[in-house]
C-alpha cells in the first residue's frame, strides 16, 4: 500500500524570493564577458616561458642592445657635436701666446678719452718737534648749533613762557562761583523708578533634631525636564509573527 503524503496549504509568507546574491550583474575587470556598457582598457597577455630545446635553434641576444642616446624614434639627433683635441707638445719654433692671466690692464695708464675717478694720496706722518704745543682733538670746541645766537646757521623763530599771574590772569575767579566738586550729588532713585531692594537675616541656629536632612548635592534639578520642551521619544514594541491574522473591527459589507 502506498504512503501518502498529506498536503499542507502554502502560506505565501513563507514563499521568499531569492537574494540580492542571486543576481550575476556582468564584471567590470578583464576582457572576457566584460560589462558592454562599461569602458574597457588595453588588455595584454605574458606568453609562456619557452624550453630549453629551442636555445640551440635560436641563438639571438636579449634586450641587451646598447641604444646610442642621440638615436629618437624619428632619427638621428641633428644637433651639432663638437670634440676638444688633445694639448699640443711645446716647441721653441712656435710662439708662446699668453693667456688671460698675464694681463694687468689695473696697470695701464689712464687715456685722455675716458674719464677717471679722483685719486688720492695719503703721505706718513710728520715728526713733530718737541717744543711745539700742538692742542689734541678734544682741545677744540664747536659753537652750538641750537638757539638764535649761532650767526653762520638759521635758527627758527623761539619764544619764552612766563610765569602765571594770580591777579588780572585768565584763572582769576573774581565771582568766586563755587566748582563742580562743591554740590552733592542726587540719589536716583528720589527722581526715576525705584527697584525693589532685599536684605538677607543673619543665619539661623542649627536644628536641635537628629533628622538627616538632604545637603545641596542631593538634588538634580538637570534631570527634571517636564518644563522644558524636548524632542519626541518613542518605544519600540517586541516583535510579532509574520503569519499572525490582522484584528479586523469594522467590516465593511
Request: glycine residues 8%.
Amino acid at each position: 500500500m502506498a504512503e501518502t503524503t498529506k498536503k499542507r496549504p502554502i502560506i505565501a509568507g513563507r514563499e521568499k524570493g531569492p537574494g540580492p546574491a542571486r543576481y550575476a550583474l556582468p564584471p567590470t575587470i578583464g576582457f572576457m564577458r566584460h560589462d558592454f556598457t562599461k569602458p574597457t582598457s588595453p588588455a595584454f597577455t605574458f606568453h609562456s616561458r619557452m624550453s630549453d630545446n629551442l636555445y640551440s635553434i635560436d641563438s639571438s641576444p636579449g634586450p641587451q642592445y646598447f641604444v646610442d642616446a642621440k638615436i629618437t624614434r624619428f632619427g638621428r639627433d641633428g644637433t651639432p657635436a663638437y670634440s676638444m683635441l688633445g694639448r699640443m707638445r711645446k716647441t721653441v719654433e712656435v710662439f708662446q701666446t699668453p693667456g688671460p692671466g698675464a694681463y694687468s690692464p689695473e696697470k695701464a695708464l689712464p687715456s685722455s678719452t675716458k674719464r677717471k675717478t679722483p685719486s688720492y694720496t695719503i703721505g706718513a706722518r710728520t715728526i713733530y718737534r718737541s717744543l711745539d704745543t700742538v692742542p689734541a682733538p678734544n682741545r677744540y670746541t664747536l659753537p652750538a648749533v641750537m638757539g638764535a645766537h649761532v650767526p653762520t646757521k638759521p635758527a627758527s623763530a623761539s619764544f619764552t613762557i612766563s610765569g602765571r599771574c594770580r591777579s588780572g590772569g585768565f584763572s582769576e575767579d573774581l565771582s568766586k562761583t563755587p566748582g563742580p566738586g562743591r554740590y552733592n550729588s542726587t540719589d536716583p532713585s528720589i527722581y526715576l523708578p525705584r527697584q525693589p531692594a532685599f536684605s538677607m537675616l543673619g543665619r539661623s541656629g542649627l536644628p536641635a533634631d537628629t533628622t538627616l536632612k538632604p545637603g545641596p548635592g542631593s538634588h538634580n534639578p538637570e534631570k527634571v525636564t517636564a518644563h522644558k520642551p524636548r524632542a519626541p521619544a518613542f518605544s519600540l514594541g517586541i516583535r510579532h509573527s509574520e503569519f499572525i491574522t490582522p484584528l479586523v473591527v469594522d467590516v465593511l459589507d
